[in-house]
């Protein structure tokens, strides 16, 4: 199987904050640009996918994940 190796950083992080940069190994081609602005674009999107599935597996205990209390 073919992989593709792929960097991206943020071009634009808000002021004072380090940009994002990823290192992305996949197993889709990337032909052009806009290509792997897409799959940027999926990646970023894990994170959410991934806290679902943590949610999924833990037996759906939503409840454990609210805050307890705010900080002023």
Known sequence: MAVTLM???ESS???GIEAISWVLLINLPVPEFESAA???HWN???W??????K???SGCKVED????EACA
Do not use: N, S
């Open 48 to 53: 959410g996918i991934e806290t679902w599935h």
């Open 65 to 68: 994940c609210l805050l307890k």
């Open 38 to 40: 897409e799959r940027v």
């Open 13 to 15: 992080p808000p002021a």
């Open 44 to 46: 970023g999107k894990r």
């Open 55 to 57: 949610v999924l597996k």
């Open 7 to 9: 960097g991206a950083t």
